[in-house]
């Protein structure tokens, strides 16, 4: 069952419950109001003939004793010479009966006029206390009242008033019927129109429903749901629809391209792989070959097999220490004097370079919490890169700068132009200029990978001509 449906029937279930509580309480209410009402016009029937009962002598005579053999019950022009009783209606039918029940006197005088009188009720009556009663009389449901008539708490005389109730249920019954149909009637009316509007309230939910149908099936994140309405529960849920679906976008495209990274990546390993391996593969085909080449070849050959090997040590080292960089392996959080690792750099960058020196100007105040095995990496990686570069002394600075510790390596290379510039934290990337120098341009994208690993972020200035210099920046923390 859709929500749709659900919903309708629901709210259908609602108002048909609601109509079931009113229509029960209009027909007890209606059924109650018009039983008053008899129950008051008989009452008031009952006092005018009593008023003409006891207008007559015969009603003064007190009855103390039961009659074994009564009477047989008189008209009531013999009984009462009063107008009342002669202008009784059968609409409202009349007797008198005497304390002990028998019928006294009717319209017409006939015994078979005797109204029903339980022998509770008579019980009652002879106790002085009037009473209604239903009974049938001739398949007819009436409401008869009866009510004692007691002169010196003698009871005298026993009227009974009665009215046909077969009006009253026709028309509680005609009232049933008609609040039967109207509630069917307005509960399938309302189910129908219910049914419309909630297919008007979920277009804006089916409309999402096929949105991420289509996206599903084609991957098309940069598709978004359109919402006209109101900002209410819809329009909340098409606005975060929509949020999720940026970050998804977000997402795919970050997957995407570390997809492309990976399948670069392995395709400049293979690239870079694949030359070594050439070279050693050509070289021992040399020294296998047929007669054995002459020693002085033989020498230059194993030299040349040692520097490969050398490379493929190197470019196998650096590419576990970006993998473990990528991996985002746990690093250490220290209180690091960054002076102190970086006069280490210096000693040893002291004995890569050939003629150039390295200018130092370090802060001593200068400390950050992090791994000093990384930081010292990514210092010898810059001093590195610089050396090879830098056609004169390198400056190296760390400063305190406000909440920051500052480190800077500047070079008096060629310098990288505004094309490359944006490239040089790519993996494998080498400008045109650097490809002389020795390398696999995996220097800068290390050097990147351990310093967002701690924390901090890095970035390269440069201008043709004059030089390079890297900046690299962390969250300066006081010494205890």
Do not use: C
Not at 124 to 142: C, G, H, K, R, W
């Amino acid at each position: 069952m859709t929500i749709r449906l659900r919903l309708t029937v629901v709210y259908s279930a609602i108002l048909a419950l609601t109509l079931t509580i009113f229509g029960v309480a209009l027909y007890s209410i209606q059924a109650q109001d018009t039983l008053n009402s008899l129950e008051k016009d008989l009452m008031i029937s009952s006092e005018k003939i009593i008023e003409a009962l006891l207008k007559t002598n015969i009603a003064i005579a007190p009855r103390d004793l039961p009659q074994v053999n009564p009477p047989p019950p008189r008209t009531f022009y013999e009984f009462s010479p009063e107008g009342t009783f002669q202008g009784v209606q059968e609409r409202e039918i009349v007797r008198v009966l005497d304390s002990n029940g028998n019928l006294v006197a009717s319209p017409f005088g006939r015994e078979e006029d005797a109204l029903p009188l339980s022998y509770s009720a008579l019980t009652a009556l002879q106790q002085n206390q009037d009473l209604f009663e239903t009974s049938s009389v001739s398949d007819e449901n009436m409401l008869i009242y009866n009510r004692p008539i007691q002169i010196n708490d003698n009871l005298i005389y026993i009227i009974q008033v009665a009215r046909s109730l077969t009006e009253r249920d026709r028309t509680l019954q005609s009232l049933a019927t008609t609040l039967i149909l109207a509630g069917l009637v307005t509960t399938l009316v309302a189910f129908g129109i219910g049914w419309v509007f909630t297919g008007f309230a979920f277009t804006p939910i089916e409309r999402i429903t096929r949105t991420a149908q289509t996206i599903g099936e084609e991957r098309d994140f940069a598709r978004r749901v359109t919402h006209t309405g109101q900002h209410d529960e819809v329009g909340r849920l098409a606005n975060t629809f929509n949020q999720m679906l940026s970050r998804l976008e977000e997402a795919y495209q970050k997957v995407e391209h570390s997809l492309e990274q990976q399948r670069n990546f392995v395709h400049d390993v293979s690239h870079e792989l694949r030359t070594p391996l050439t070279t050693l593969r050509g070289n021992l085909g040399l020294l296998l070959r047929k007669p054995p080449s002459p020693f002085e070849e033989q020498e230059d050959i194993l030299t040349d097999m040692v520097e490969e090997s050398d490379r493929l040590i190197r470019l196998v080292n650096e590419l576990l220490l970006l993998a473990h960089a990528d991996a985002g392996r746990t690093l250490k959080k220290e209180l690091i004097a960054v002076p102190l690792v970086v006069e280490e750099v210096v000693r040893q960058g002291a004995l890569l370079g050939k003629d150039q020196s390295i200018q130092a100007d370090l802060d001593l105040e200068a400390y950050i919490q992090g791994d000093r095995d990384a930081l010292k990496q990514i210092v010898l990686i810059l001093v590195d890169n610089a050396l090879k570069y830098s056609e004169n002394d390198i400056y190296l600075q760390v400063h305190k700068i406000g909440n920051d510790v500052q480190i800077q390596v500047q070079d008096q290379g060629k310098g990288i132009s505004s094309e490359e510039l944006t490239r040089v934290f790519d993996r494998f990337y080498r400008t045109d200029e650097s490809l002389i120098v020795p390398g696999f341009g995996l220097g800068l994208p290390i050097a990147k990978a351990l310093v967002e690993a701690m924390g901090g972020r890095i970035s390269l200035e440069s201008q043709v001509g004059i030089g390079s210099m890297v900046t690299v920046v962390f969250k300066a923390v006081h010494r205890v």
